[in-house]
């Protein structure tokens, strides 16, 4: 069995994961979008080409993307958080100016009891993310 969570970004998806995959330097795996006359449902009329499912491999995780179930509304994102464990702090810091771009530090960079250093963040997209490396001795 295998956990993949999909994330819904209406109206930003095609945005959204090629933001994601240049920042986390992640490779989209599949990318499946909606035609004419065979175009699901849970799309407004007119969409061709919305994505209907996207996979993207991030490290050694995949994620899966979509416009979702309610185009024209805003990216929703409560309850979760994405958490990265990185080879660096370097990297930790490169992926935090990344996304923090046009979103919200949250926690800058340090150290915690559970990480050698640790920091999180909201992205542009309304999405919170936990990028953490090492641990303490």
């Not at 295998?2 to 240049?22: K, N, W």
């Not at 007119?46 to 996207?54: E, L, M, T, V």
Request: hydrophobic share 45%.
């Amino acid at each position: 069995m295998q956990a993949i969570p999909t994330i819904y970004f209406p109206g930003l998806c095609a945005e959204a994961l090629s933001f994601y995959r240049d920042v986390l330097h992640a490779d989209v795996l599949f990318q499946l979008t909606a035609i004419p006359d065979s175009q699901p449902r849970f799309l407004d009329p007119g969409s061709p080409g919305k994505i209907i499912r996207a996979g993207l491999r991030i490290g050694e995780s995949t994620v899966y993307f979509s416009e979702g179930h309610h185009p024209g509304q805003a990216p929703v994102f409560a309850g979760f958080s994405m958490n990265l464990h990185v080879d660096s702090a370097d990297e930790a810091v490169r992926i935090l100016q990344a996304l923090g771009e046009g979103g919200d530090v949250r926690v800058p960079l340090r150290a915690t009891a559970w990480a050698d250093a640790f920091c999180a963040v909201i992205d542009r997209y309304g999405l919170h993310w936990m990028i953490e490396t090492g641990s303490p001795q």
